[in-house]
């Protein structure tokens, strides 16, 4: 059974820092790994999808990792911003057969960016 | 082009009775999925569907809920005669592809009073 953990469960820093969000899974079959912000009551929002076969995604001030042999991601966030505040899910996706897959979602990380 | 649609956003229910949550996936996504999300906890998966087949409902509890994506109309998950444990944000994503990332709408949040 896929297990997704996020560290930190929260984080706050400096407008202006750069930062590193983690996460780890335990099972290195997966998929894809998606990256997701999530704004308090609403939807999530996708930020970067990574392929089991790439090793990072780059979008913008984003740029997130996998290592799948090692079963870790990282999103890093340059120059963060006070509307980068928001909960930060990390996902990762199993091939479920006739082209669909199914996320496993960390708890996330809750980022708070001071001006 | 719009996204993911979910409706109602907000549904209040007393117990015993049925909720129906309703998605229509962005155009051109065959592929809808269903999460829910409980209170302090992480998403997760409760089913898969493609127009009119259910792909795998491994994460959807085997009594009460029900979900079904039709040839015509949205997705709809079907919640018979709540309990307050079913209380939750329940969110739909579509995606057109397996190498395509999930879009999510922005949720039904279900009260049970």
């Known amino acids: 059974k896929q297990e997704v953990t996020q560290i930190p469960a929260a984080l706050s820093v400096p407008e202006g820092e750069n930062l590193v969000l983690n996460c780890s899974f335990t099972?290195?079959?997966?998929?894809?790994l998606q990256w997701f912000r999530q704004d308090p009551g609403k939807g999530l929002t996708s930020l970067l999808l990574?392929?089991?076969?790439?090793r990072e995604q780059t979008s913008g001030r984003l740029n997130a990792s996998l290592d799948k042999s090692s079963g870790r991601s990282t999103l890093y966030i340059a120059a963060s911003q006070p509307g980068d505040s928001a909960t930060y899910l990390c996902?990762?996706?199993?091939?479920?057969?006739?082209?669909?897959?199914?996320?496993?979602f960390g708890e996330g990380t809750q980022l708070t960016v001071n001006p | 082009n719009a996204g993911v649609m979910q409706n109602p956003r907000h549904l209040v229910r007393r117990r015993g009775q049925e909720a129906r949550l309703r998605c229509s996936p962005m155009k051109g996504h065959s592929h809808v999925y269903w999460y829910r999300q409980l209170p302090e906890e992480g998403l997760k998966f409760m089913v898969y569907?493609?127009?009119?087949?259910?792909?795998?409902e491994s994460g959807m509890p085997k009594e009460r809920f029900s979900a079904e994506f039709p040839k015509e109309g949205p997705s709809i998950l079907r919640i018979q005669q709540v309990v307050r444990g079913d209380s939750a944000a329940y969110f739909c994503?579509?995606?057109?592809?397996?190498?395509?990332?999930?879009?999510f709408g922005d949720g039904t949040r279900l009260s049970i009073l």
């Open positions: 099972d290195s079959a997966i998929y894809n």
């Open positions: 994503a579509s995606s057109p592809l397996i190498s395509q990332p999930q879009h």
């Open positions: 990574i392929q089991s076969s790439q």
């Open positions: 996902a990762v996706g199993k091939f479920l057969g006739t082209s669909g897959s199914r996320l496993t």
């Open positions: 569907l493609q127009k009119e087949n259910i792909i795998d």
